[in-house]
């Protein structure tokens, strides 16, 4: 065999970087994907998320905004997993994931990382706080990397209202966009936002039937901007 010229060995060098800087990422992916689950082994690693550890595989530290979404959820697992599980229906009483229909979206980052000090009045959006919205305001809300919706009032349209980025600490999503209580009950989502505009189509009509079948309110799609 005859020896790789200098340009060939540079060549494979930059390549094994790239590989390895991919495999890191997937690895740590794949830690915050299982923190999402539930059972013991995950309320451990959703404490020790909370807590502020880092990711072991890449060393990210995690946002107050995602030390707080940590904490939330090694709560709710600990008492019965009410916001990541919920009684499928003809299960006999079996456990099944309720945001499962948002797995296969892909997750996109944001344009803009301008803007990512947390969102007053954040949460995290289950059926059992849908009763907060207040009726007629708007919200934005994103699908973060674990399929849990993020909300928060969204004040002023434009510059000067509450950013996606401000509910993630400028990590990539799988949807985001505005969503409105309206006075008869009912819900109004669209999926304006400008650093997130690459999003999947199909995310809007996920969270739609995400929304109507498992937290039972009936919601609408605008392709609109709320006022």
Known sequence: MESATDSQA??????????????????AAYFNAGCGLP????????AYSASGGPNPIDGKVPTDGERSMWALNAA?????????????????????????????????????????DPAPGQLTLTESNLSKLQKNEVYIYVIDANNNIQIA??????????KHTQLTGGEA???????????????????????????????????QSHLSSNMNIKTNISREEFK
Request: with cysteine; hydrophobic share 30%.
């Open 153 to 162: 009032p969204r004040g002023s349209a434009g510059r000067t209202g509450v």
């Open 10 to 27: 540079q060549q494979a060098l930059s390549q094994n970087k790239e590989s390895e800087a991919f495999i890191k990422e997937l690895g």
């Open 39 to 46: 059972g013991a082994a995950s309320t451990i690693c959703q």
């Open 173 to 207: 999503v799988k949807g985001a966009g505005e969503l409105r209580m309206n006075s008869d009950g009912t819900l109004s989502i669209n999926d304006r936002s400008g650093r997130y505009s690459k999003q999947s189509e199909s995310a809007l009509n996920k969270l």
């Open 76 to 116: 709710l697992n600990t008492v019965g997993g009410a916001a990541i599980l919920k009684p499928g229906k003809g299960s006999s009483g079996s456990n099944v994931a309720v945001n499962g229909r948002f797995d296969e979206l892909p997750l996109v980052k944001p344009r803009s990382v301008d803007k990512i």
